[in-house]
């Protein structure tokens, strides 16, 4: 991996450059946000931990999860 500055990540060759978080997150800290790359893979970092680590989803993944989300496979 390789930080050109703290503005723009670069992982595994893909650009994340636009992060937002949900709506719904009250405007705290206490959530994730996501960027969209233009190869189509998507990363999810902490909002508390910007310099952290991110997670890298396929579009097909994250496709999934997010229609889970929606159909409420995860309720318990």
């Known amino acids: 991996m390789k930080y050109p500055n703290k503005k723009r990540r670069w992982t595994l060759s893909r650009e994340f450059v636009t992060w937002r978080k949900s709506a719904r997150s009250s405007g705290g800290d206490n959530c994730v946000e996501v960027s969209f790359a233009a190869d189509g893979s998507v990363g999810v970092r902490d909002s508390k931990d910007r310099d ?18 929606r159909h409420a496979e995860f309720d318990r």
Do not use: C, K, Q
């Not at 680590?53 to 989300?69: C, H, M, N, P, Q």
């Open 52 to 69: 952290g680590a991110i997670l890298v989803f396929t579009r097909t993944e994250w496709s999934a999860f997010t229609s889970g989300v």
